[in-house]
């Protein structure tokens, strides 16, 4: 029964890599988002969708891609990895504007 | 644009003593106040919010904070902490009940037996 869920846990990966993350949460929220947390614990939002529609996109390198098959699920996709995208990334979802909850987080590491 | 300050990234304090975690921000709007609780290797947690109700909120695990609009604080208090409250902190601010979430840098808190 939990309630936002990411996988993988852990992702490790040479540079110039194509790789995927995926969420669902089946807390029947409408509007999903990804997370960066760099090294030094800041958290910083990169993608927000609404009813599989994308309302914030935060100057994020667009090797990063999300894709949202339904409200339901919020996959994060990244071509040519790089080692500045090792961090720790994050779905949460919400209901519209209320508290959002997290996932445990996707640990990548770009080598 | 809306951001948050937190003065002090880490913060010691004694098993038994009270918790003070600062936070102060910044909207051109009234905003939405959350605090998140991050324990190591997990996701965050909601602690606490304010959204333009009561001033003073109360959280799970003991926390409260305060809305304090003419010192653009929100601090987190907490009037004895555990060992169990060891963890990174985080304050949160939406503009206006936007989707959009701007955290500050995060403060971590040890407790000491």
């Known amino acids: ?53 994308l309302i914030i996109n935060e100057t994020v390198p667009n090797r990063f891609s999300p894709k949202s098959p339904d409200k339901a699920h919020l996959n994060l996709h990244i071509n040519s990895l790089e080692l500045g995208d090792s961090a720790v ?11 959002q909850f997290f996932g445990p987080g996707t640990r990548l590491t770009v080598l | 644009a809306q951001s948050v300050t937190q003065l002090g990234s880490h913060v010691s304090v004694s098993e038994g003593a009270l918790v003070l975690l600062r936070c102060n921000y910044s909207s051109s709007v009234p905003p939405y106040l959350f605090w998140y609780v991050q324990y190591p290797n997990q996701g965050l947690q909601l602690l606490l919010k304010y959204t333009s109700a009561a001033t003073l909120v109360k959280g799970i695990n003991g926390f409260e904070a305060e809305f304090k609009k003419s010192e653009t604080s929100f601090h987190l208090t907490k009037p004895s902490a555990h060992m169990s409250d060891a963890a990174e902190y985080f304050c949160a601010v939406s503009q206006g009940g936007s989707e959009k979430l701007v955290f500050g840098k995060g403060t971590k808190l040890t407790v000491n037996p």
């Open chain 1, 1 to 53: 029964d939990t309630a936002v869920s990411q996988t993988p846990k852990y992702l490790v990966t040479q540079m110039g890599n194509d790789k995927s993350i995926k969420c669902e949460q089946n807390l029947g929220h409408d509007t999903m988002y990804w997370y960066k947390q760099d090294s030094k614990k800041f958290l910083k939002i990169m993608f927000s969708y609404n009813n599989k529609e």
């Open chain 1, 89 to 99: 990334y994050f779905c949460a979802s919400s209901r519209g504007n209320y508290e």
